[in-house]
Protein backbone atom coordinates (compact mmCIF):
# COMPACT_ATOMS: atom_id res chain seq x y z
CA UNK A 1 0.00 0.00 0.00
CA UNK A 2 1.38 3.32 -0.89
CA UNK A 3 0.58 6.38 0.28
CA UNK A 4 0.73 8.05 -3.29
CA UNK A 5 -2.98 5.98 -3.91
CA UNK A 6 -4.52 7.88 -0.84
CA UNK A 7 -3.24 11.13 -1.72
CA UNK A 8 -6.44 12.35 -3.44
CA UNK A 9 -9.62 11.82 -1.75
CA UNK A 10 -12.33 10.62 -4.13
CA UNK A 11 -15.94 9.80 -2.92
CA UNK A 12 -17.27 10.06 0.65
CA UNK A 13 -15.09 8.95 3.66
CA UNK A 14 -15.47 5.79 5.26
CA UNK A 15 -15.21 6.27 9.32
CA UNK A 16 -17.55 3.94 10.78
CA UNK A 17 -15.43 1.86 12.96
CA UNK A 18 -17.75 -0.27 14.39
CA UNK A 19 -18.57 -1.62 11.75
CA UNK A 20 -14.93 -3.44 11.27
CA UNK A 21 -13.80 -5.69 13.36
CA UNK A 22 -9.87 -5.46 12.99
CA UNK A 23 -9.35 -1.79 12.79
CA UNK A 24 -6.09 0.13 12.68
CA UNK A 25 -4.97 1.93 15.88
CA UNK A 26 -3.84 5.89 15.47
CA UNK A 27 0.13 6.08 15.50
CA UNK A 28 -0.32 9.34 16.89
CA UNK A 29 1.76 9.32 20.24
CA UNK A 30 0.44 13.09 21.60
CA UNK A 31 -1.43 15.90 19.69
CA UNK A 32 -0.01 18.19 22.36
CA UNK A 33 3.34 18.79 23.83
CA UNK A 34 5.47 21.15 25.33
CA UNK A 35 4.48 23.92 28.16
CA UNK A 36 0.93 24.88 27.27
CA UNK A 37 0.71 27.48 30.35
CA UNK A 38 3.84 29.66 29.11
CA UNK A 39 3.49 33.11 27.75
CA UNK A 40 4.49 33.15 24.33
CA UNK A 41 4.96 35.68 21.83
CA UNK A 42 3.98 34.08 18.57
CA UNK A 43 2.66 31.82 17.09
CA UNK A 44 4.27 29.49 13.69
CA UNK A 45 0.96 27.65 12.28
CA UNK A 46 1.84 25.13 9.33
CA UNK A 47 -1.20 25.54 6.65
CA UNK A 48 -1.86 23.24 3.50
CA UNK A 49 -2.39 24.49 0.13
CA UNK A 50 -4.66 21.95 -1.00
CA UNK A 51 -7.55 19.16 -0.95
CA UNK A 52 -5.68 16.35 0.26
CA UNK A 53 -5.82 13.39 2.35
CA UNK A 54 -2.73 13.05 4.97
CA UNK A 55 -2.13 9.26 6.35
CA UNK A 56 -1.85 8.84 10.33
CA UNK A 57 1.70 8.25 9.89
CA UNK A 58 2.52 10.98 7.91
CA UNK A 59 1.07 13.29 10.77
CA UNK A 60 3.19 11.60 13.27
CA UNK A 61 6.39 12.17 11.67
CA UNK A 62 5.38 15.89 11.03
CA UNK A 63 4.76 15.91 14.26
CA UNK A 64 7.87 14.15 15.74
CA UNK A 65 10.27 16.00 13.14
CA UNK A 66 9.25 19.85 14.24
CA UNK A 67 9.07 18.85 17.74
CA UNK A 68 12.37 17.40 18.08
CA UNK A 69 14.21 20.52 16.32
CA UNK A 70 12.51 23.10 18.00
CA UNK A 71 13.27 21.13 21.56
CA UNK A 72 16.87 21.12 20.82
CA UNK A 73 16.74 24.87 20.68
CA UNK A 74 14.14 26.01 23.36
CA UNK A 75 14.60 23.14 25.92
CA UNK A 76 11.16 20.93 27.12
CA UNK A 77 9.25 23.95 28.60
CA UNK A 78 9.88 26.82 26.13
CA UNK A 79 7.49 25.79 23.51
CA UNK A 80 3.94 24.58 23.03
CA UNK A 81 2.91 23.19 19.86
CA UNK A 82 -0.56 21.28 19.27
CA UNK A 83 -1.81 18.90 16.42
CA UNK A 84 -4.98 20.42 14.84
CA UNK A 85 -6.15 17.21 13.02
CA UNK A 86 -7.52 13.88 13.72
CA UNK A 87 -7.33 10.70 11.15
CA UNK A 88 -11.12 10.01 11.12
CA UNK A 89 -10.97 8.43 7.53
CA UNK A 90 -10.95 4.32 7.40
CA UNK A 91 -8.56 3.56 4.44
CA UNK A 92 -9.00 0.10 3.06
CA UNK A 93 -6.99 -1.74 0.46
CA UNK A 94 -8.58 -5.13 -1.37
CA UNK A 95 -5.46 -6.90 -2.09
CA UNK A 96 -5.35 -9.22 -4.62
CA UNK A 97 -2.20 -12.38 -5.35
CA UNK A 98 0.34 -11.01 -7.43
CA UNK A 99 1.92 -14.14 -7.68
CA UNK A 100 2.17 -16.61 -10.69
CA UNK A 101 -0.15 -19.40 -10.72
CA UNK A 102 -2.13 -17.32 -8.58
CA UNK A 103 -5.19 -16.36 -11.39
CA UNK A 104 -7.62 -19.45 -9.80
CA UNK A 105 -7.03 -18.09 -6.48
CA UNK A 106 -8.37 -13.98 -6.93
CA UNK A 107 -11.68 -13.18 -7.05
CA UNK A 108 -11.18 -9.68 -8.78
CA UNK A 109 -14.24 -7.35 -7.81
CA UNK A 110 -16.37 -9.73 -6.20
CA UNK A 111 -16.83 -8.47 -2.31
CA UNK A 112 -13.93 -5.64 -3.07
CA UNK A 113 -15.07 -3.93 0.28
CA UNK A 114 -11.61 -4.22 1.50
CA UNK A 115 -9.58 -4.52 4.44
CA UNK A 116 -9.09 -1.66 6.72
CA UNK A 117 -5.37 -0.66 6.44
CA UNK A 118 -4.59 2.64 7.55
CA UNK A 119 -6.16 5.89 9.16
CA UNK A 120 -6.01 9.39 7.37
CA UNK A 121 -7.24 13.22 8.09
CA UNK A 122 -9.01 14.79 5.23
CA UNK A 123 -7.65 18.16 4.72
CA UNK A 124 -9.21 21.11 3.42
CA UNK A 125 -6.97 23.86 1.56
CA UNK A 126 -5.91 26.38 3.94
CA UNK A 127 -6.62 24.69 6.92
CA UNK A 128 -4.04 24.60 10.03
CA UNK A 129 -2.32 21.54 10.71
CA UNK A 130 -0.20 21.59 13.33
CA UNK A 131 0.64 24.75 15.22
CA UNK A 132 4.12 26.00 17.54
CA UNK A 133 3.92 28.93 19.69
CA UNK A 134 7.18 30.21 20.99
CA UNK A 135 9.32 33.41 22.61
CA UNK A 136 10.36 36.08 20.12
CA UNK A 137 13.77 34.56 20.71
CA UNK A 138 13.07 31.33 19.31
CA UNK A 139 10.88 32.34 16.61
CA UNK A 140 13.34 31.72 13.88
CA UNK A 141 13.96 27.83 15.24
CA UNK A 142 10.08 27.10 14.64
CA UNK A 143 9.98 28.46 11.05
CA UNK A 144 12.76 26.28 10.57
CA UNK A 145 11.15 22.97 12.61
CA UNK A 146 7.68 23.66 10.41
CA UNK A 147 9.60 23.58 7.18
CA UNK A 148 12.37 20.56 8.08
CA UNK A 149 8.77 19.16 9.15
CA UNK A 150 6.90 19.85 5.60
CA UNK A 151 9.04 17.46 4.09
CA UNK A 152 6.89 14.54 5.37
CA UNK A 153 3.38 15.78 4.04
CA UNK A 154 1.54 15.58 1.06
CA UNK A 155 1.17 18.67 -1.22
CA UNK A 156 2.72 21.94 -0.34
CA UNK A 157 2.37 23.26 2.62
CA UNK A 158 2.86 27.01 3.88
CA UNK A 159 4.11 28.30 7.04
CA UNK A 160 2.11 31.85 8.77
CA UNK A 161 3.77 33.16 11.55
CA UNK A 162 0.56 35.09 13.77
CA UNK A 163 1.23 37.62 16.76
CA UNK A 164 0.06 36.88 19.99
CA UNK A 165 0.71 40.12 21.29
CA UNK A 166 -0.40 43.40 20.48
Known amino acids: MHGQCYRRSN ?4 TRKQYIKGKPQSKIAKFNSGDA ?5 Y ?5 INEKVQIRHMAIEATRLAANKRVEKVTGETGYSSNLRIYPHVLL ?3 K ?3 AAGADRLQEGMRRAFGKATSLAARVKRGQCIMEIRVKKE ?3 AAKKAL ?3 CVKLPGTPTIKVISLKN
Open 96 to 98: MIA
Open 138 to 140: HLE
Open 37 to 41: TGDYD
Open 92 to 94: REN
Open 147 to 149: KGA
Open 43 to 47: CVQLL
Open 11 to 14: GQPY
